[in-house]
């Protein structure tokens, strides 16, 4: 199975299974945070052929990475079948420059509908695309370490869909810093570095 995996003509629908699964697992270990899908919806009752193609395939109906695992698990998954398809009728495998391309597009139809199929049974976590920038004035939580000034730590917030955003947060004040659990608000944004105010009211004692 190993050798059939490792062989030449395999080797592209192998490094897909395997990236699959090195996404799928980073996602659940909550390092990479969300990434907003095309927002594909009817605008005015007129889409493009474009805008079409991508509802088709899925892409907008989850986010992108999601997108991404579903579409890699389908294309190594159909590739390797094909292969091994081939090489039962004709005794040898097909040509990777025909067998990957075909493999992409009929690959395409399950992942679609699958990815409907996920955000039907999981309306949460479809997404809508947003401006990062809209993220300015919202408030966002620690999650790991401690953010100082121009040393960020990871933080959750949430967009006004509704929707989590994994980002980058350090103190927007010489001398500040955020632990972990503690909420700021989100005043600036320098490249994918977003700029926290703090309440100062993490460190009060809390009466129960």
Request: charge should be negative; aromatic fraction near 6%; charged fraction near 15%.
């Amino acid at each position: 199975m190993l050798d059939q995996l490792l062989a030449p003509e395999n080797a592209v629908f192998s490094a897909a299974l395997l990236l699959m699964l090195l996404i799928g697992a980073v996602q659940a270990l909550g390092v990479v945070g969300d990434v907003d899908g095309a927002d594909v919806g009817d605008h005015d009752g007129d889409i493009g052929a474009a805008e079409a193609l991508l509802a088709w395939a899925g892409i907008g109906r989850v986010p992108f990475l999601m997108w991404l695992v579903v579409f890699l698990a389908f294309f190594g998954g159909i590739g390797l079948g094909l292969q091994q398809l081939l090489t039962a009728l004709t005794g040898g495998p097909g040509s990777n420059l025909l067998a990957v391309p075909v493999t992409a597009v009929a690959a395409l139809p399950p992942t679609g509908t699958a990815a409907r199929v996920i955000a039907r049974v999981f309306p949460g976590i479809e997404t809508t695309a947003i401006d990062r920038d809209e993220l300015i004035g919202t408030r966002a939580t620690i999650t790991v370490g401690t953010a100082s000034p121009g040393s960020p730590a990871p933080a959750k917030c949430i967009d006004r869909h509704g929707q989590p955003h994994q980002i980058m947060v350090e103190p927007d004040s010489p001398g500040q810093s955020f632990q972990t659990g503690e909420t700021v608000l989100l005043v600036g944004r320098e490249g994918e570095t977003f700029k926290g105010f703090s309440n100062g009211d993490f460190y009060l004692p809390r009466l129960d």
